[in-house]
């Protein structure tokens, strides 16, 4: 384990984008699938492999890249604040939950084939829901993210936690 640790770290250090953007895509993948056959019941022979895509396919190409720059921008923003980490998660809660969430509620529906309607329509239904459960879970975990947690490696955590948030993810947008 802790050789894989060194090769991550190592991997992180280079490719910060590159490793970032791959841990959120098979994090997000990996909670649908375990949505749908944990939650849902499916067998494997039954997963709807398009819907795993497109999460996937969330957190390779946005919320990695996102949350890379964002932690980043973060850490220099409130560089030398007093309670930083406090600020870090408020600002977090503030604008970046919201947005990945919005994000994620119209791109789902919308990467499916659902009309723009459709997809609106989805979203003013199931956006209190994410964001109440968002907000009785991320700010904790946000808090130790920047307490404890080395800027190169935030990702990395959220990712481990977002496992669990990426299934609920995976069943409300069902």
Known sequence: MAAILRSYNKFVLKNPLLAMSLTTGTTMGL???????????????????????RFAAFGYLF?????????????????????????MMIADQLIAAPLLNSVILLYLPLSSGKSFSEAKKRFYQDFPTVMKANYCAWPAIQLTNFYFIPIHHRVLFVNMCSLVWSTFLAFVTK
Request: charged share 25%; no cysteine; hydrophobic share 35%.
């Open 31 to 53: 909670g649908n699938i375990i949505s749908q056959t944990i939650i849902e019941k499916r067998t494997l022979s039954t997963i709807d492999w398009p819907r795993v895509t």
């Open 63 to 87: 919320s990695g890249p996102f949350l890379r720059y964002w932690y980043y921008g973060l850490d220099k923003y409130f560089a030398g604040a007093k309670l930083k980490p406090v600020k």
